[in-house]
């Protein structure tokens, strides 16, 4: 465009062109040619600061994903971490709990074993002040007089959830 209203201006600035019909329809045509080189300047512009924005938008998004990714793999690095741990815990508790179910006597381990089964994994519970601790029940006098009475040895349970009571300085007996 810019080639033609210079060939125009060439022409006018020439003299060749003497026809005045001819003269002004040039003169015409190179200002429509700068009106439209005008117009496309702006359009130009406007492409350049858009692509500009875009430019600046997608290297926040970038920064973004890039915040969110270290987020993520902090996140996986703790999980696994703590997975770890519980597993630990776990073989430790195993372990512990491997001993001692060794120096209970083979019956009342069965017993035991049963109890937890229908107990949701609880088989025996603390008596404390007065309290069974598996289902939070107070035991009532008759109750109580009956666990005072029976001797150390003797295997004890929760009238209400029938767990194993284990008996303690502080069951309030
Ligand atoms: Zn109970």
């Known amino acids: 465009m810019r080639q ?3 060939r ?32 496309l ?13 875009a430019t600046e938008r997608a290297a926040e998004l970038a920064q973004r994903v890039e915040a969110v990714q270290a987020k993520a793999e902090d996140a996986v690095a703790r999980r696994d971490a703590a997975l770890g741990e519980i597993d630990g815990e776990a073989g430790t ?6 001993s001692v179910a060794g120096t209970v006597p083979a019956d009342l381990l069965k ?7 229908q107990q949701g994994g609880v088989g025996a519970a603390r008596l404390f002040q007065r309290r069974c601790e598996g289902c939070r029940l107070e035991l009532n006098i008759t109750e109580l007089n009956e666990v005072r009475a029976a001797p150390e040895d003797e295997v004890v349970r929760c009238e209400n959830c029938r767990r194993v009571l284990v008996r303690t300085p502080e069951s309030g007996l």
């Open 41 to 53: 300047e702006d359009v130009v512009l406007e492409v350049m600061e858009r692509h500009e924005a």
């Open 8 to 39: 125009d201006q060439k022409r006018l600035d020439s003299g060749q062109v003497t026809n005045p019909k001819d003269l002004e329809n040039l003169q015409s045509e190179i200002a429509s040619l700068a009106r439209r080189q005008g117009d």
């Open 111 to 117: 017993l035991y074993e049963k109890i937890r089964e």
């Open 4 to 6: 033609r209203s210079a």
């Open 93 to 98: 508790v195993r372990a512990e709990r491997d």
